[in-house]
């Protein structure tokens, strides 16, 4: 392991070797459990939230799309930037940095009398995010020697998996029976917890041995190539002739930063993404499968609140536990899928749970508009749930085992980091599948009625609202709500063709692992 300079390493007076200072331990698992699921149920909660913040802002599709997008983006980009940061200045401060951007962007979230302050406000909360998603972990792995950080960091997963399940249901409850604006003022109280018990009981820590210079050109190539290429995908779906030229141009100059990102780790005294981990057979198919699965994941997630919502006129509480079969297949399941990778390597388990939620996708194909939950949506998140459930944990051990001991933290971050910027792409390409398919038909829908002039302005001025559009005309309701569905079962179609890909990578992947060298 990397040399840290830790107080807590070692055995305490009357504790217990592997373990961090009796004092110390259980608040060091709190205050990193709270902070985490601040990250985490932002991620789920906000997704609910969209609706109500739809209409309070008279946003359009496009517009609540940044809602989401302007986190992920940065969250993706600097996340490996930020847990660099943690091992150079200061694990603690760095975790901390970002405790009190996200709780400040939170309250401006909370206060934004716009769209546009409220997509800048989410941006900053995406770094804090960056800053305090690697120093969770970072902080435990610190703290507690080898005999005791499984056990942490295990607790530390069952919390931050719990919490993330009852985020959504709280934060439905939030917007239903008090405002949208009551998702983010929520994190303030939990992120002030947080500061005071990491001022109190949790320990400096660094790695002594690590690089004094950090990779800023690297993060900023990363950060215009993915913001680039969003919002040229984002915009596309709005866009008047006169722009497309334009759009073309800064997606082609995102994909050059790209590109020119990986010319820059590749000689890079210390890169934030260390390339020669992808001469892995495994490290490469496992990191290609994450993309694949957690893609389309992402991208029905996002879309399904607004489905239920605004299309099947449920309440917000409703539509946040609605997810809750999936969430705890997933928490209850993991510990054994894990042991279907000893008894069976990780290729089978991976193969079965992706076909398992490509089947899972498949059937949110099935319903229409109206039927009880037990009956359209259930059975499909179930079924996805089963899929991912099994896919999980044989894809974390993947990852963790096709490289040396001592970069396997590197090479989590570089998973994690995949599958954000897998959520990031996806939400930006499935939202302009889903406006194709919404416009297509509405156009059909609209050309076969006898509508006044009035209603018929009415709705073509609302086309970017999508389902969230205020119309008062029942006929014209309807035919938004078909248009809606017929867009989203084209995005539900590309997932299912992203999920049956990604049982292909499983193929490729070894049943044991032969971890990659520098020198090889």
Same mark, same amino acid.
């Given at each position: 392991?990397?040399?840290?300079?830790?107080?807590?390493?070692?055995?305490?007076?009357?504790?217990?070797?592997?373990?961090?200072?009796?004092?110390?331990?259980?608040?060091?698992?709190?205050?990193?459990?709270?902070?985490?699921?601040?990250?985490?149920?932002?991620?789920?909660?906000?997704?609910?939230?969209?609706?109500?913040?739809?209409?309070?802002?008279?946003?359009?599709?496009?517009?609540?799309?940044?809602?989401?997008?302007?986190?992920?983006?940065?969250?993706?980009?600097?996340?490996?930037?930020?847990?660099?940061?943690?091992?150079?200045?200061?694990?603690?401060?760095?975790? !901390? %940095?970002?405790?009190? @951007?996200? *709780? &400040?962007?939170? +309250?401006?979230?909370?206060?934004? #009398?716009?769209? =546009?302050?409220?997509?800048?406000?989410?941006?900053?909360?995406?770094?804090?995010?960056?800053?305090?998603?690697?120093?969770?972990?970072?902080?435990?792995?610190?703290?507690?020697?080898?005999?005791?950080?499984?056990?942490?960091?295990?607790?530390?997963?069952?919390?931050?998996?719990?919490?993330?399940?009852?985020?959504?249901?709280?934060?439905?409850?939030?917007?239903?029976?008090?405002?949208?604006?009551?998702?983010?003022?929520?994190?303030?109280?939990?992120?002030?917890?947080?500061?005071?018990?990491?001022?109190?009981?949790?320990?400096?820590?660094?790695?002594?041995?690590?690089?004094?210079?950090?990779?800023?050109?690297?993060?900023? !190539? %990363?950060?215009?190539? @993915?913001? *680039? &290429?969003?919002? +040229?995908?984002?915009?596309?779906? #709005?866009?008047? =002739?006169?722009?497309?030229?334009?759009?073309?141009?800064?997606?082609?100059?995102?994909?050059?930063?790209?590109?020119?990102?990986?010319?820059?780790?590749?000689?890079?005294?210390?890169?934030?993404?260390?390339?020669?981990?992808?001469?892995?057979?495994?490290?490469?198919?496992?990191?290609?499968?994450?993309?694949?699965?957690?893609?389309?994941?992402?991208?029905?997630?996002?879309?399904?609140?607004?489905?239920?919502?605004?299309?099947?006129?449920?309440?917000?509480?409703?539509?946040?536990?609605?997810?809750?079969?999936?969430?705890?297949?997933?928490?209850?399941?993991?510990?054994?899928?894990?042991?279907?990778?000893?008894?069976?390597?990780?290729?089978?388990?991976?193969?079965?749970?992706?076909?398992?939620?490509?089947?899972?996708?498949?059937?949110?194909?099935?319903?229409?508009?109206?039927?009880?939950?037990?009956?359209?949506?259930?059975?499909?998140?179930?079924?996805?749930?089963?899929?991912?459930?099994?896919?999980?944990?044989?894809?974390?051990?993947?990852?963790?085992?096709?490289?040396?001991?001592?970069?396997?933290?590197?090479?989590?971050?570089?998973?994690?980091?995949?599958?954000?910027?897998?959520?990031?792409?996806?939400?930006?390409?499935?939202?302009?599948?889903?406006?194709?398919?919404?416009?297509?038909?509405?156009?059909?829908?609209?050309?076969?009625?006898?509508?006044?002039?009035?209603?018929?302005?009415?709705?073509?001025?609302?086309?970017?609202?999508?389902?969230?559009?205020?119309?008062?005309?029942?006929?014209?309701?309807?035919?938004?709500?078909?248009?809606?569905?017929?867009?989203?079962?084209?995005?539900?179609?590309?997932?299912?063709?992203?999920?049956?890909?990604?049982?292909?990578?499983?193929?490729?992947?070894?049943?044991?692992?032969?971890?990659?060298?520098?020198?090889?």
């Amino acid at each position: 392991m990397m040399p840290i300079k830790s107080p807590c390493e070692g055995s305490a007076p009357g504790g217990t070797a592997g373990s961090v200072q009796p004092c110390r331990g259980p608040w060091v698992l709190i205050a990193t459990i709270l902070a985490s699921s601040m990250a985490f149920i932002d991620g789920t909660v906000v997704n609910v939230a969209l609706p109500a913040l739809q209409a309070g802002l008279h946003a359009s599709a496009t517009d609540i799309q940044w809602v989401v997008e302007s986190y992920a983006l940065l969250l993706a980009s600097l996340l490996l930037l930020g847990g660099s940061l943690g091992d150079l200045y200061g694990r603690r401060r760095i975790f !901390l %940095a970002g405790v009190l @951007l996200f *709780a &400040i962007g939170s +309250s401006w979230c909370g206060l934004a #009398t716009s769209i =546009s302050s409220l997509i800048l406000a989410r941006g900053l909360q995406g770094i804090g995010a960056a800053f305090l998603v690697p120093g969770s972990l970072a902080i435990i792995s610190a703290s507690y020697v080898e005999s005791g950080r499984g056990r942490a960091i295990g607790t530390w997963s069952g919390f931050t998996a719990i919490t993330t399940a009852i985020g959504p249901v709280l934060g439905g409850w939030l917007v239903e029976h008090a405002s949208w604006r009551w998702v983010f003022f929520i994190n303030l109280p939990i992120a002030i917890i947080v500061i005071l018990l990491s001022l109190w009981r949790v320990p400096e820590s660094r790695n002594e041995d690590a690089s004094k210079s950090l990779d800023w050109l690297g993060a900023a !190539l %990363a950060t215009f190539g @993915l913001g *680039a &290429i969003t919002y +040229s995908l984002i915009e596309a779906s #709005t866009t008047t =002739s006169g722009r497309e030229a334009t759009l073309w141009a800064l997606g082609l100059a995102g994909v050059s930063a790209l590109l020119s990102f990986l010319v820059v780790e590749s000689r890079s005294s210390a890169p934030m993404v260390s390339l020669h981990l992808f001469r892995s057979r495994n490290f490469s198919a496992a990191n290609l499968l994450t993309f694949l699965l957690y893609a389309p994941l992402s991208g029905i997630l996002f879309f399904f609140p607004l489905d239920l919502i605004q299309v099947q006129h449920y309440s917000a509480t409703q539509a946040g536990a609605s997810l809750l079969p999936f969430i705890l297949l997933i928490f209850l399941l993991s510990r054994w899928s894990g042991g279907l990778v000893a008894r069976y390597g990780a290729k089978r388990p991976l193969t079965v749970g992706s076909l398992v939620a490509a089947s899972g996708f498949a059937l949110f194909l099935r319903p229409g508009i109206g039927g009880s939950y037990w009956t359209t949506f259930f059975p499909a998140v179930v079924v996805l749930g089963i899929g991912m459930a099994i896919s999980v944990a044989p894809l974390t051990t993947t990852v963790m085992e096709s490289v040396p001991t001592q970069e396997a933290g590197v090479a989590s971050g570089v998973n994690n980091a995949i599958s954000r910027i897998a959520g990031l792409l996806a939400v930006a390409v499935f939202g302009l599948i889903l406006s194709a398919g919404f416009n297509r038909t509405l156009s059909h829908s609209l050309a076969q009625m006898q509508l006044s002039p009035s209603v018929r302005q009415s709705a073509e001025m609302q086309r970017s609202k999508l389902a969230g559009a205020q119309i008062s005309e029942p006929i014209v309701r309807r035919a938004f709500d078909e248009a809606f569905i017929s867009g989203y079962r084209d995005v539900i179609w590309v997932s299912v063709g992203m999920a049956l890909l990604s049982t292909l990578s499983a193929q490729v992947i070894e049943s044991k692992w032969r971890p990659v060298n520098d020198g090889d």
